[in-house]
């Protein structure tokens, strides 16, 4: 079997990762560099950001992020050299207006990674002295932990071009699809080169909608677009993550700081924005005041593949049997990444399944289309 990835995000090289493994011949095709969009852009939190806020399957998904990383950081660190720098740095959130339902979330799902404790200011100065005395109560996740999502990607494109059984077509932009009697019989590139594959996987991210119009059903996934700032501090000077009012900030080992994010409905625009800057930075300063300290390094942006529940879709495509998608993770698409892969593997396989795989099917985009 020989299988086209189209799309080398974190769901993408993550998908190529899970077949390649079980001996799978895998074509990865991207339309610039591999792993250089949302995937590299987001901040790496292994946990939905307030998880009681999302369907439960993307928790479903996303509690197993930290295990399945950490599994795979051991098992590519030895070709790559690449160590993922996964932190167990834990959170604290200051939104009072979730502290109930944060507090009973652990229990009421038996999701063990999201056990908190609230804290009096005196605890939260304990842990973290560089918080806001303002903030007189926290809830603090001590489990919650993130990965250094750029190092992430780079391990594992360094690993998949290890393996002979993986092929990378980057700088490649797939335009079409060869289809004959709901099969797909290959896919073709703009300069009219088809290539052939077993099945083919749509891992495009933001861009999935584009392939609506040929496929004759609505892919109702768009680009939301995310900016965030980064700080460069003395190494371990902040000692948890941070969040309050969906601003956060996510300290690295070696003393960088990654602040965001926001969140704009303006198409494929990449554009950095000055009062979209001040506001994440007015948000981090508030928690952290002695941030202002130090000097910003870099600033960019990155497009969120948003779906309509934040539910990604995995599974086949409908009518086409061996068309599947990976695809409409949202803001969690990295903290679904490796469990979204492990179960479309399992899928194609026809393998025990990682979660039940029916809140993510594909199928129901017919009753989705009118929404889009």
């Given at each position: 079997m020989n299988v086209a990835i189209i799309g080398a995000g974190i769901n993408g090289l993550m998908s190529a990762l899970e077949l390649s493994e079980q001996g799978i011949e895998?074509?990865?095709?991207?339309?610039?560099?591999?792993?250089?969009e949302a995937s590299w852009a987001g901040g790496g939190i292994l946990s939905p950001m307030y998880p009681w806020r999302y369907p439960q399957p993307v928790n479903a998904l996303a509690k197993h992020a930290k295990a399945l990383y950490t599994e795979w950081n051991q098992k590519l660190l030895p070709t790559t050299g690449i160590d993922f720098?996964?932190?167990?740095?834990?959170?604290?959130?200051?939104?009072?207006?979730?502290f109930d339902i944060?507090?009973?979330?652990?229990?009421?799902?038996?999701?063990?990674?999201?056990i908190c404790q609230h804290l009096t200011q005196k605890d939260i100065q304990k842990l973290n002295?560089?918080?806001?005395k303002q903030f007189q109560e926290a809830l603090f996740f001590p489990e919650l932990s993130n990965v250094r999502n750029p190092r992430l990607l780079q391990s594992l494109i360094n690993y998949l071009k290890h393996q002979s059984n993986v092929t990378f077509h980057e700088n490649i932009k797939i335009s079409k699809f060869c289809i004959q009697d709901s099969?797909?019989?290959g896919i073709e590139d703009e300069q009219k080169v088809i290539y052939s594959h077993d099945h083919t996987i749509i891992t495009t991210g933001a861009?999935?909608?584009?392939?609506?119009?040929?496929?004759?059903?609505?892919?109702?996934?768009?680009?939301?677009?995310?900016?965030?700032?980064?700080?460069?501090?003395?190494?371990n000077w902040l000692t948890t993550m941070c969040m309050n009012e969906v601003m956060y900030l996510i300290p690295r080992k070696d003393g960088h700081i990654v602040c965001g994010s926001s969140m704009k409905d303006i198409g494929f625009d990449k554009a950095l924005c000055m009062h979209t800057q001040q506001n994440i930075l007015n948000a981090c300063f508030e928690m952290i005041p002695e941030l202002q300290k130090f000097p910003i390094i870099k600033q960019w942006t990155g497009l969120r593949p948003s779906s309509p529940t934040g539910i990604p879709y995995i599974g086949t495509y409908p009518q086409l049997s061996n068309l599947w998608l990976n695809t409409g993770h949202f803001r969690?698409?990295?903290?679904?990444?490796?469990?979204?892969?492990?179960?479309l593997r399992q899928l194609i396989?026809?393998?025990?399944?990682?979660?039940?795989?029916?809140?993510?099917?594909p199928s129901q985009l017919v009753s989705m289309t009118k929404h889009f």
């Open positions: 895998v074509h990865i095709y991207d339309q610039q560099q591999a792993g250089r720098q996964i932190q167990q740095t834990g959170m604290l959130i200051f939104d009072q207006k979730d944060g507090l009973n979330y652990a229990n009421t799902h038996q999701e063990p990674m999201q002295p560089k918080v806001s099969y797909v019989t861009w999935s909608a584009n392939w609506s119009a040929q496929l004759n059903l609505q892919i109702p996934v768009y680009p939301i677009q995310g900016q965030m700032v980064l700080f460069k501090t003395p190494k969690n698409g990295l903290c679904m990444g490796a469990a979204s892969a492990r179960l396989l026809k393998q025990p399944c990682i979660e039940d795989p029916t809140p993510y099917q």
